[in-house]
């Protein structure tokens, strides 16, 4: 099968966003996007930190992911898009969100369950122009790790593909929607164990 064009693909809305100029393939773009995530996630987790959840720090971490990619890297987006929250809802929504975070801290709710939520709740938002699924995986793994919890470790972009992953996955996610967290739950657990 034949590489797509970066310039052909109906997967990017604005090419002048993206940094690096010698990218020519979606499987050139996936590989240096994965290598700047890789660098996201050494500075995140290499050394066990105490974090608090705040605006900055998802911004920071969104930013981290995806510096060397994409130019709105940590920017929140100022357009709306067809799935997420109207753009100038936003800031205030991730503000919430952390507040919500030390609200299910301070009840003691379940790390696994917190994550999950901080997960789901940042992907229902798409606050970012791209990469918001990956950033809120990752937001969720760095609250876990943050409590010296294990992380899941999710597929890769093969695993992906070749497998019923992310129609389980979609469809957990689409239950959270509906204030059902089981299946998320459920899937990130199976990811911890293997």
């Not at 753009?87 to 999950?116: F, G, P, T």
Request: hydrophobic share 40%; proline share 3%.
């Amino acid at each position: 099968m034949e590489d797509i064009l970066i310039v052909d693909s109906p997967l990017i809305k604005n090419i002048n966003a993206l940094i690096p100029g010698h990218l020519k393939t979606l499987s050139d773009l996936n590989e240096w996007e994965s290598s700047n995530i890789l660098e996201a996630q050494r500075l995140f987790f290499s050394t066990p930190k105490k974090r608090v959840f705040t605006s900055e720090l998802i911004q920071k971490l969104h930013k981290k992911m995806f510096d060397r990619t994409w130019a709105w890297a940590g920017i929140y987006r100022s357009r709306d898009l067809f799935e997420g929250l109207n753009r100038h809802l936003i800031s205030k929504s991730i503000y919430e969100l952390c507040i919500d975070l030390a609200h299910w801290q301070n009840k003691h709710m379940n790390i696994i369950e917190q994550s999950v939520r901080l997960h789901h709740v940042l992907a229902s938002i798409r606050a970012f122009e791209g990469g918001n699924l990956r950033h809120a995986r990752m937001a969720g793994d760095l609250l876990l790790y943050t409590a010296g919890h294990k992380r899941p470790s999710w597929p890769d972009s093969n695993t992906i593909k070749n497998t019923d992953f992310m129609k389980k996955y979609a469809e957990s996610m689409k239950l959270a929607d509906r204030g059902d967290y089981e299946a998320l739950l459920e899937l990130t657990w199976g990811l911890m164990r293997e």
